[in-house]
């Protein structure tokens, strides 16, 4: 259910990082597909390309049209479908905190896109989005937030399940929400901290316990089996996730934690038994397995890894074609060097420490500085 919103994710990100806002306007054609039937979940085919071309800024607004239209639960939550994010969880089908984190993120940033080009329904879009955001802030446990509920109004995610009884990326997401309480949001990061982030052996899980035996069927993810790839093991874009939110509350020393912890060579590279120069899609916990990694070669992790550290703890923030210099350095963290070479062939050299920022040999004076 989530796959509609990356496009508008996407979107917002490039706008916003480079002041560029001609993509908008370009057209591209949709593809044509059946409808899935009453009886169908997903289908697998190979779709044609349509003669019905619009702008991307459309795709993007039908996208989010699409997701406000599939209506919400009893709890105001937005609904898994047939998984979101998490796709194992095929089978759930009731209401996802996560996806409602994750609609009121990026809804919000499309509203504010569709104002700055002075187009209509950026109010209606943001108000939706800020009550999507506030009911799943209203899904508390006490000590985190649910991953969502069954269609019966069960909890998942929540202290007495007997499986996936906190997620990580319910957590984290909530960090990055302006309706999640702020005191709610740091003690459910204190929560996924504890209780994920096994610090000894260097796996931050995706959720635990994992699914196993004969409790309620959440999809093929059980088939993993427990403590592999997304049922209970390390999936490494939620622990990057996770990460990105302890710099955004300021908690570098646990955000580089999380980050040591998922370079290759801080593990044993005979259990690890997989290529040493690379970020891996997945770490195993299950027993007897632990520590070894699953999908190398996986760019989506790479890149995520790329960007918390150098837009969180280094601070290198993008805007509007611009860079801002806004560090979260752990204690006791070296200073860094780094060449920031521009578009127009320009490099420069920036000193980032605890003592302060030069830019270029002075005093950074917190302007921007173009790289586009």
């Not at 309480?181 to 929560?191: F, Q, R």
């Not at 995706?206 to 069927?217: A, C, S």
């Not at 790479?302 to 150098?310: A, L, N, Q």
């Not at 420069?348 to 950074?364: E, K, Q, S």
Request: charged fraction near 25%; charge should be negative.
């Amino acid at each position: 259910s989530d796959d509609l919103l990356w496009l508008v994710w996407a979107l917002c990100e490039y706008v916003e990082k480079t002041g560029d806002t001609d993509i908008c306007g370009r057209l591209e054609c949709y593809v044509n597909s059946k409808p899935l039937e009453a009886d169908e979940d997903d289908r697998y085919e190979t779709p044609m390309r349509s003669d019905c071309t619009e702008s991307v800024l459309m795709h993007a607004q039908r996208a989010v049209d699409c997701c406000i239209s599939r209506g919400t639960g009893a709890h105001g939550l937005l609904c898994f479908g047939s998984g979101d994010w998490n796709d194992g969880m095929n089978n759930i089908f009731g209401e996802s905190v996560w996806l409602s984190w994750f609609f009121a993120c990026c809804v919000k940033r499309f509203a504010d896109l569709l104002a700055g080009l002075c187009r209509p329904d950026a109010d209606k879009y943001r108000a939706f989005a800020a009550d999507i955001g506030r009911a799943a802030d209203r899904a508390w446990n006490g000590q985190w937030y649910l991953r969502g509920y069954w269609p019966d109004g069960e909890e998942l995610g929540a202290s007495q399940n007997e499986c996936c009884r906190i997620d990580s990326i319910a957590q984290s997401w909530a960090c990055f929400c302006s309706e999640a309480s702020n005191a709610k949001a740091g003690t459910a990061l204190d929560a996924a901290l504890r209780l994920l982030f096994d610090r000894e052996n260097g796996i931050v899980k995706l959720f635990d316990p994992p699914f196993f035996g004969g409790v309620r069927d959440p999809g093929y993810i059980r088939s993993y089996g427990p403590g592999f790839r997304e049922n209970g093991g390390q999936y490494t874009h939620a622990a990057l996730w996770l990460a990105q939110a302890c710099f955004k509350r300021g908690r570098a020393n646990d955000g580089m934690a999380i980050l040591e912890s998922l370079l290759p060579e801080n593990h044993d590279l005979n259990r690890y038994m997989a290529e040493p120069f690379v970020i891996p899609a997945d770490v195993y916990t299950c027993p007897g397995h632990a520590g070894e990694a699953g999908w190398t070669w996986y760019t989506g992790s790479s890149g995520w890894y790329f960007r918390v550290f150098t837009e969180e703890l280094l601070g290198l923030k993008p805007r509007h074609g611009m860079v801002y210099i806004r560090p979260c350095l752990p204690d006791d963290y070296p200073d860094c060097r780094v060449t920031l070479k521009t578009k127009a062939g320009k490099a420069h050299d920036i000193v980032i420490g605890h003592g302060g920022i030069w830019l270029d040999g002075a005093i950074y004076d917190g302007k921007g500085i173009p790289y586009i």
